[in-house]
């Protein structure tokens, strides 16, 4: 995804609110395990390239973030470069390796969320 200047952490913000929808920043943080700090600096980046739009919540503290026409555009275009390297990923592991990754993936995500 580097040709199209996207970091994965960017990637995976897109891929979240074009399947949730609008959120909070908190609520967005919290699903994917990143402290505010690292997911204030991300959204400023994505806000500039005008891959999300962001708005006040209900007190001033509070963002509301949400997927963007040009951030619909940018994971349509780096979709099919993280499907790549998903397919080479778990041809060089073997499905058994891959379930393994996937399963840990999952556990240590949970393991930080509680």
Known sequence: ??????????????????????????????????????LTRTLEIMSRHKWIARRSGEDRREWRVRFSHTGKAQLEAALPHWEKVQARLRQQLGGRQWDQLMKLTNDVTSAVTE
């Not at 913000?13 to 609008?22: F, N, T």
């Open 1 to 38: 995804m580097r040709p199209l200047g996207l970091r994965s952490s960017q990637f995976t913000i897109l891929q979240v609110l074009s399947l949730a929808g609008e959120m909070t920043q908190g609520e967005l943080g919290r699903m994917l395990a990143m402290d505010s700090t690292t």
